[in-house]
C-alpha cells in the first residue's frame, strides 16, 4: 500500500507551522530517505503519520486507510524506530525482539523464525542472550532495528537508524532496509546523513523550515551538478576560513572546512588556489572530488548537514 500525504499542515500553539504544506507519497516497495536540518519539521511529520499528532490541516492516507480519521489504525499498521533508544535494559536482545514481533501480532514460531533470522543477517549473535544493559549503543540500535524488522506494519520509519553502529554493521543493517522494502513495505528513512541516504535510498526529500525542497532520486537531484566539481580545504586549526576566489561561485563553511562546487574547466585553477595556501601553512589538506547528493544538500539547505563533513567519507 502507498502512502500518500497531502498539503500536511502543522501548527503548534500559536507557532510558526513546523509542517507548511507537505505533499509526498512513499510507494510499497520503496526507501524513500527524508533528510533536512534540525527544526526542518522531520519529526513533527513522522508523528503524525504514526498517529501521535493530529494535523492542523491535510490528508495521510495508506492504500485505503485514513490515518488521520482514524490514528489507531496508523498505530497499528506503521512501525516506528525513534531517534532514542529503546528501553531494554532488562531484556536479553532475542527476548526483546522476539516480544516486540507478539506484541504487534506475529505468531510464535514465524516470529522466532525471523528473529533467528536478523540476529544473524545483523550479526548479531554473540550478544543474543545478553541484557540490553550491557550492549553498545550501536548493538543496542541494531536490536532496535530487529524490534521493528521482526513483524513490520506497511509503513515502516526508521529514524537515524545508523547512529553509533559500525560501518560493516551499517551494511548489513542497509541490506535488511532493503529487504523490508522487497517485502513490500514503504519504507521512510529519515537522516542527516546524506551520503548514506545516497546509496541506501530509492528517492528522496530534502526539507527545511516545513517544506519540502526538492524531491527525486538521487541522480535526478544530482544531474543539476553535472559538469561541475567538489573541492573541499581543510583549514588549520586557530586560523580563520579562506575566502575563496571570485571564480568559484558557491562555498560554504563548517567548522574549519571550506566546501566548494567549482566548474570543471577551473579545477586546475582551483587545485592552485587550494595548493599554495597548504604551501603557506594556511590549509592543512584539500580534496578534489566529484560533486555528491551532500552538494546538492548544501545548496538547498543553505549550509552544510550536521555532522557528515567530519566523517570523511
Ligand atoms: N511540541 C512542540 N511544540 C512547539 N513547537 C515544536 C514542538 N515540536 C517541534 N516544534 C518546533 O517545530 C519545528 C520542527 O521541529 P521538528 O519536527 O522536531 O524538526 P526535525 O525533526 O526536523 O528536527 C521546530 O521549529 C521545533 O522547534
Ligand atoms: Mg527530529
Known amino acids: 500500500m502507498a502512502l500518500q500525504i497531502k498539503d500536511l499542515k502543522k501548527v503548534y500553539g500559536k507557532g510558526v507551522a513546523a509542517n507548511d504544506g507537505i505533499t509526498m507519497h512513499i510507494d510499497a516497495g520503496e526507501v524513500y530517505g527524508l533528510l533536512g536540518p534540525n527544526g526542518a519539521g522531520k519529526s513533527t511529520l513522522v508523528k503524525q503519520v504514526i498517529g501521535l499528532l493530529k494535523p492542523t490541516s491535510g490528508t495521510i492516507t495508506l492504500g485505503p486507510y485514513d490515518l488521520v480519521k482514524h490514528p489507531a489504525h496508523a498505530r497499528q499498521l506503521c512501525s516506528y524506530l525513534p531517534q532514542a533508544q529503546m528501553p531494554i535494559d532488562s531484556l536479553r536482545a532475542r527476548e526483546a525482539?522476539?516480544?516486540?514481533?507478539?506484541?504487534?501480532?506475529?505468531?510464535?514460531?514465524?516470529?522466532?523464525?525471523?528473529?533467528?533470522?536478523?540476529i544473524e543477517a545483523l550479526d548479531l549473535g554473540e550478544w543474543r542472550d545478553v541484557v540490553g544493559m550491557r550492549l553498545s549503543g550501536g548493538v543496542r540500535r541494531l536490536v532496535g532495528f530487529a524490534m521493528i524488522a521482526v513483524w513490520p506494519g506497511q509503513v515502516v520509519i526508521l529514524d537515524e537508524p545508523t547512529n553509533d553502529v559500525d560501518?560493516?554493521?551499517?551494511?548489513?543493517?542497509w541490506d535488511?532496509?532493503?529487504?523490508?522494502?522487497?517485502?513490500?513495505?514503504a519504507v521512510a528513512l529519515v537522516t542527516h546523513n546524506v551520503l548514506e541516504a545516497e546509496k541506501a535510498v530509492d528517492r528522496l526529500a530534502v526539507a527545511d523550515a516545513g517544506h519540502l525542497l526538492a524531491e527525486g532520486t538521487p541522480s535526478s537531484l544530482k544531474a543539476h551538478y553535472r559538469g561541475r566539481l567538489r573541492l573541499q580545504l581543510m583549514m588549520r586549526p586557530g586560523l580563520s576560513v579562506a575566502e575563496p576566489?571570485?571564480?568559484?561561485?558557491?562555498s560554504v563553511r563548517a567548522g574549519h572546512n571550506l566546501v566548494m562546487v567549482?566548474?570543471?574547466?577551473?579545477?586546475?585553477r582551483a587545485i592552485g588556489w587550494a595548493q599554495d595556501l597548504v604551501d603557506a601553512g594556511t590549509a592543512e589538506e584539500y580534496a578534489l572530488g566529484a560533486t555528491t547528493l551532500e552538494d546538492v544538500y548544501i545548496k538547498l539547505a543553505g549550509h552544510a548537514p550536521a555532522d557528515s563533513l567530519t566523517e570523511g567519507s
Open 167 to 173: 560501518p560493516l554493521r551499517r551494511r548489513l543493517l
Open 97 to 118: 525482539i522476539e516480544l516486540t514481533g507478539m506484541i504487534r501480532g506475529g505468531d510464535g514460531p514465524a516470529v522466532r523464525q525471523r528473529a533467528d533470522h536478523l
Open 176 to 185: 535488511q532496509v532493503r529487504r523490508l522494502a522487497d517485502e513490500g513495505a
Open 245 to 250: 576566489p571570485e571564480f568559484i561561485a558557491s
Open 262 to 268: 567549482i566548474e570543471e574547466r577551473d579545477a586546475a
